[in-house]
């Protein structure tokens, strides 16, 4: 079994470039994140392009070789669900990081390429989401990348590929051999679906899974990272993989039975200090 670390794993306690509101300091950096990972005996990390852009490719090439870890894949962020005048300019960036993630020798790469905007009608937004990912798709392609989006559990993005059926409904759309699915198994906990069901489907157009875990908040609990679920009726907090509401036994006994032979990429998106979450994630 293959292991690796998303740096994204940490944000809650980075000195800057955090993706999460909070209220508190950081004390640690995506190097420090590196290193740490380095005393985890883990394959692997995947990287998240935000925090590394301004870093030369050789040093984090260097980084990561020196710490004994491969590249998983490399995600980015570029809002293309926005009019066609707008978003030609915006694969600029694209470019940017698919370049990037091909310097640092990854063979995917993970996108988050926007979601839903107040006044937008969900037609219109996936119109605009599938063509983002033709182009995209062709420009990982030749750059040798398979490009994958996830199922993932932000309220914006929900109506666009917030449940595994999404995944599988795009990937036959936009029909590209470059154009694959992370599952983000967990986040079938947030939008109510069945894991192994959901693995099962998605098993002819799997590149990566993300491994993490979600627990139930007390209607006492509040949590500046709380994830509401679908129906919003409740909400939800990232733990320690053993100890959320997802038995990841019985789902790790299904991929292996069905010959999965990617990574299994450790997620955690808590308030607990980071560092050992990931290690118990571990255990």
């Known amino acids: ?31 420090d994140a590196v290193k ?24 984090v090439r260097t980084l990561l070789a020196d710490a004994g870890l491969k590249l998983a894949a490399y995600s980015y962020w570029v809002d293309l669900v926005v009019p066609e005048d707008l978003r030609d300019g915006r694969f600029d960036e694209v470019r940017l990081a698919l370049d990037r993630a091909a310097a640092l020798g990854a063979n995917i790469v993970l996108a988050f390429l926007g979601g839903m905007k107040p006044g937008l009608s969900q037609e219109m937004a996936r119109g605009w989401f599938v063509d983002a990912l033709r182009t995209s798709a062709e420009l990982a392609g030749e750059r ?10 932000h309220p914006d993005y929900r109506e ?16 590209s051999p470059h154009f694959k699915a992370t599952y983000d198994v967990a986040n079938v906990v947030i939008s109510g679906d069945d894991p192994i069901e959901s ?13 993490q875990n979600f627990r139930l908040l007390s209607a006492s609990e509040e949590k500046q990272r709380a994830v509401p679920a679908a129906d919003g009726r409740r909400q939800y907090i990232s ?19 069905m010959g999965y032979a990617g990574y299994y990429a450790v997620e955690y998106q808590g308030e607990d200090d980071p560092r050992p979450a990931v290690r118990a994630s571990l255990e």
């Open 239 to 257: 733990t320690v993989v053993d100890k959320g509401d997802l038995d990841w036994g019985l789902v790790v006994a299904e991929m292996q039975r």
């Open 160 to 175: 666009l590929h917030g449940r595994p059926a999404d995944l599988i409904a795009l990937c036959n759309e936009v029909g």
């Open 199 to 211: 693995l099962r489907l998605l098993a002819p157009y799997l590149a990566n899974v993300h491994v």
């Open 1 to 31: 079994m293959s292991i690796a670390i998303l740096d994204y794993s940490f944000d809650w306690i980075y000195t800057e470039r955090f993706l999460a509101p909070r209220s508190h300091p950081g004390n640690f950096t995506p190097v």
């Open 36 to 59: 740490f990972c380095q005393t985890l005996g883990v394959n692997a990390m995947e990287l998240f392009h935000g925090y590394w852009v301004d870093t030369p490719v050789n040093e």
């Open 144 to 153: 040798g990348l398979t490009l994958t989006i996830e199922n993932f559990d």
